[in-house]
């Protein structure tokens, strides 16, 4: 596609549920990051991959943030027992360099997750 | 945690001015500094990034200003525009894997 695709752009949870929200990065883009953005703050660093792999996830703030990218391409990050706090929008961006490259980071929508 | 301390908050700023928005950062490893815009309900975007080895660097009305010794950096938006009225993130990153961002401005140009 022309640029990162997240879905669903918008998802209302109830405290408890599980959630699961899609990245498609730019195609060919070799890293994918995700970012969590509080309502006015700047974004936050959670994860990211190169290809499929999981090279970093100290921003993660619990186990109950689950990242994949199982194929190199799409992405899912998924919430368990979702809380109140988990309230932001999730931010995904790709970049075409690996790890040895500073690229310029190309960032979806963004999902907007509520938490009642 | 924040690595990057950004400042003002906010700021207005009348039609034609120069609006400036600084950051100052901890990690001396840190070798990218990029600038951001975001418009609402939009993703944030690239709008102008400097490596430390040169003190400025201007694309059209955007310059930013580094200065390595204090660990500041600097975004100039000259001849605002209302179409500029936006936040902005300032951004560091080391090798360009973990990018960490200011906690933004909200500028707004005044027509």
Redesign the interface.
Known sequence: GAGVSQSPRYKVAKRGQDVALRCDPISGHVSLFWYQQALGQGPEFLTYFQNEAQLDKSGLPSDRFFAERPEGSVSTLKIQRTQQEDSAVYLCASSSRGAMGTGELFFGEGSRLTVL | QQQ?K?SPQSLIVQKGGISIINCAYENTAF??F?WYQQFP??????LI?IRPDVSEKKEGRFTISFNKSAKQFSLHIMDSQPGDSATY?C?A?K??????????TRLTVKP
């Open positions: 990057v950004q070798d990218y990029p309900g939009k993703g944030p975007a690239l990034a993130f951004a990153s090798g360009g894997n973990d990018m960490r961002f200011g906690a933004g």
